[in-house]
């Protein structure tokens, strides 16, 4: 008898980098090739395919990808039939220059080649596959990802950016604002419902820019706000221009929707706002966080901060250190002014030196701290209701998971406490980073 060689199913290993909509895009990739025949790999050495999802909005990070890159080449070259596939903002971002710096890899592809993957991969060949076309219709609606598990999870609702802020490279890695239909984020919401999920964060770039006909952000609140078995609905980034009266309204006016927002403030000097090109002067943003509070009593903000933008003076530095105390921020992201090429900051220059850069940047997270800490004390005392994630990092036996203001709470688990359970916990402590409760059933 003749022996069918035997043919298994290929194996993918993922690893993503970035912000959250990279994490959501890994599992849209994790689904459409799960539905070509590959299953994944939890370590690049079992793996016949390795792929980087990654980020290219700051130089570190890139640096990073490309470290790991040179790392999996050693891989291939022990390995030769692995194909190693750089994917996401920093195969746009770079392009051909990549193939130059990494000739090992057998494919480059942006954010909207995903659909194509499949192909791609199937076609051995000697030339790298260089696929970067934006594409302004593809939004993957009803593609279906692969959720990694959990009671949260992230649901793409529009994709690109119009805004080109000066310093940003992501208009020019993820193309133009597209939202993805509503029924089809209905669908999506319903479908991680039925599998569990208790918490959706929408996703977009200028989330709150969505709009698909006559529906706009605040409707699409208000539409997912209707489906059973979601209890809690969060979304992220929405730019502060595109924070309409009915996004505000529906965020008040929905209980479901928490009341957390991230909201990038990035400076604190209206000069320093005019070069970024964002749109608004401080006034108008702490107008609008009056008017949210106004709105949703008691919301928490969380904000990104670029330090050592080109022409920040120690003044402009100043004002962003007064407004973050004026606005009393719940948590913020800080970063170091990194120019992109390609940006329109690009060609203004890089005026702050790298040791400037670094003090401002330790002094706004000194400050940050300070300012987490006042807020999350002031939660002490309180009964929160928190969405349970799992067990703690640390402390044996306690329970991790988030407040309605995205804090992090833990406490002592008891057995019939499990993951997507929402438990009141009275808060005992809290630390700049975290809140320490018991269950208060
Ligand atoms: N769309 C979101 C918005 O406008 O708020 C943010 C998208 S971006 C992935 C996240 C953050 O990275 C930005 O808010 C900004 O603070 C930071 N960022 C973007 N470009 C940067 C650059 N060239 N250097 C340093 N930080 C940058
Ligand atoms: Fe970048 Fe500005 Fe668009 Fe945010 S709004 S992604 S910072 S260009």
């Known amino acids: 008898m003749e022996h069918a060689e035997l043919k298994t199913q290929p194996t993918v290993y993922l690893e993503t980098y970035g912000c959250q909509m990279n994490i959501a895009d890994s599992e849209l990739i994790t689904g459409i090739l799960r ?11 079992d793996a016949d395919v390795i792929l980087l999802n990654t980020c290219a909005i700051r130089e570190h990070a890139e640096e990073r990808a490309l470290g790991r890159l040179a790392d999996l080449a050693r891989l291939k070259h022990r390995r030769p039939a692995i194909r190693l596939g750089l994917l996401g903002c920093m195969a746009q971002h770079n392009r051909a220059r990549l193939v130059e710096k990494a000739p090992y890899l057998d494919l480059v592809a942006g954010p909207d080649s995903y659909r194509r993957l499949p192909e791609f991969l199937g076609q051995a060949g000697f030339d790298p596959i260089v696929d970067v076309r934006l594409d302004r219709g593809e939004t993957y609606a009803g593609l279906g990802a692969d959720h990694a598990g959990g009671p949260r999870a992230y649901v793409t609702v529009m994709r690109g950016c119009d805004r080109f802020c000066a310093f940003c490279v992501v208009p020019y890695v993820r ?8 029924e089809a ?21 200028t989330v ?11 409707r699409l ?25 009915s996004v505000i309204a529906a965020m008040a006016a929905e209980s479901k929707v928490q009341p957390y927002l991230h909201l990038p403030v990035q ?23 009056e008017r949210l509070r106004r709105a949703i009593p008691g919301l928490a903000l969380s904000t990104d901060i670029i330090v050592g933008f080109h022409g920040e003076e120690e003044n402009d530095f100043e004002a962003t250190m007064a407004l973050m105390r004026e606005v009393g921020f719940d948590s913020a992201f800080t970063f170091k002014y990194s120019v992109r090429e390609n940006t ?3 060609r203004l220059g ?34 929160l209701d928190v969405l349970v994630e799992g067990p703690a990092r640390r402390g044996a036996g306690m329970l991790s998971g988030k407040s309605p203001h995205f804090k992090t709470a833990v406490f002592p688990g008891t057995p019939n406490i499990i993951a997507g359970d929402t438990v009141p916990v009275r808060i005992v402590s809290a630390s700049s980073h975290s809140l320490v409760g018991v269950p208060a059933i």
């Not at 991680?192 to 208790?198: D, I, K, Q, S, T």
């Not at 706002?273 to 749109?279: D, F, K, N, V, Y």
């Open 35 to 45: 539905r070509a025949g590959y299953i994944s790999a939890a370590r690049p050495e």
């Open 175 to 182: 193309g133009r604002e597209r939202s993805v239909p509503p």
């Open 185 to 205: 984020v209905i669908e999506e919401c319903r479908a991680l419902a039925a599998g569990g999920v208790r918490e959706v964060v929408l996703l977009g770039q």
């Open 208 to 218: 709150n820019a969505y709009r698909h006909g006559a529906v706009d952000f605040g």
């Open 221 to 245: 609140l208000t539409m997912v706000a209707a489906i059973d078995g979601i209890g809690r609905i969060r979304f992220t980034s929405p730019h502060p221009c595109d924070m309409t009266p």
């Open 267 to 289: 400076s604190g000097s209206d000069r320093m706002l005019a070069a970024m090109e964002r749109g608004y002067s401080v006034g108008q943003y702490l107008e609008l966080v």
């Open 344 to 346: 329109r900051a690009y």
């Open 350 to 383: 890089d005026s702050v030196s790298e040791p400037e850069k670094a003090r401002r940047l330790s002094a706004v997270i000194e400050l940050q701290e300070s300012l987490s800490m006042a807020r999350n004390q002031a939660q002490v005392g309180k009964v």
